[in-house]
């Protein structure tokens, strides 16, 4: 039985003898994501064509995908790896995944073994060159896959304060903080330790509607938002929402969107995969040069220059601003 690991770093796995060979192409592991991730149906022929051979002929993309299909089975040792024709998916018999699995977890509801098996991010620093479509897939898992994982752990928080049992309420509400887009303070977790639960609540239900802010950031990076949009997210004047967002981060909401902004766009670049106009655009900057202004600001370089920067190198000079959740 072989076991797909598509949580944190990918990697196939195998309870028994060990495949053949090492699977080291990126596109091997690209698609028995995409198999992974269809579930019961599973992706169509043409469109694992499109997700990974976007700018090939259909007769070149249908013999690529033919032919890595071929040595997939080869090397993981199963003639039987996928059931289906035109629609295709993985055997259960012969592989299972982390993300079935958790699929499995949340449906039935039992949500600390879902969490237990959320061992980081979707295809964490996994990529494709000249596969933006697979790029934009694999963002778009990667943060729903991240909002299920942290609901999951604000649900065993709440389950837990209502049994009492403040030890776990820390330990989940601590596994939240490191998960969510927007870090919940270190006092929150001290008012829990504390047994001050009026107190933990409401600052609980106040980090809640900021969490619910970073889901908005995420659904719409690509797209003009605007303070006032923010604010009616969180449920709270615009005045009041500024306050007490640059209280729970240290920033203020525009300056954190923008930084989120500038940090996808690095990961962007690393690929060099698209154009500087391309990046600008899919990520909400109004055109080239407001996103070239930008990310010198904060990075210290044009993107141009960070997307050629010699990758054995730091990719931030001295004094950039670090881009990391606060």
Not at 62 to 80: F, I, K, P, S
Request: with cysteine; hydrophobic share 40%; proline share 5%.
């Amino acid at each position: 039985m072989l076991r797909l690991k598509l949580f944190g770093t990918p990697a196939v796995e195998s309870s028994g003898k060990t495949p053949s060979r090492l699977i080291c192409s990126r596109k091997q592991l690209a698609v028995l994501a995409l198999l992974a991730a269809g579930e019961e149906s599973g992706p169509s022929r043409d469109s694992l064509r499109a997700f990974l051979w976007p700018e090939a002929s259909h007769a070149k993309a249908a013999h690529a995908l033919n032919q890595l299909l071929h040595v997939l089975r080869r090397d993981l040792g199963t003639e039987t790896l996928c059931l289906g024709s035109s629609d295709l998916r993985l055997n259960p018999e012969h592989v299972t995944s982390d993300l079935g699995e958790f699929r499995d977890a949340w449906r039935r509801a039992e949500l600390q073994r879902a969490v237990s098996l959320y061992s980081g991010p979707f295809l964490d620093g996994f990529f494709l060159r000249d596969a933006p479509v697979f790029e934009r897939w694999v963002e778009s898992e990667r943060a729903k896959l991240a909002r299920v994982y942290s609901g999951a752990l604000r649900s065993l928080a709440v389950e837990a304060a209502a049994r009492g049992d403040h030890q776990r309420v820390a330990k989940w509400w601590r596994r939240l903080a490191d998960q969510a887009p927007l870090r919940l303070p270190l006092d929150a977790e001290m008012l829990w330790l504390r047994r001050d639960r009026p107190g933990a609540y409401r600052r609980a239900l106040a980090n809640d509607a900021l969490l619910r802010v970073g889901a908005y950031i995420d659904d719409h990076i690509d797209e003009r938002i605007s303070l006032d949009e923010l604010a009616r997210q969180a449920g709270v004047s615009r005045s009041h929402f500024s306050r007490q967002f640059r209280l729970s981060t240290g920033e203020s909401p525009m300056g954190y969107l923008r930084r989120i902004r500038i940090e996808r766009s690095k990961t962007i670049l690393q690929t060099r995969a698209t154009t500087i106009a391309a990046v600008a655009a899919r990520l909400g900057f109004s055109d080239q040069s407001h996103f070239t202004r930008i990310f010198r600001r904060v990075v210290g370089m044009p993107p141009g220059a960070y997307a050629r920067w010699d990758e054995s190198k730091p990719r931030e000079r001295t004094g950039a601003t670090r881009l990391s959740p606060p």
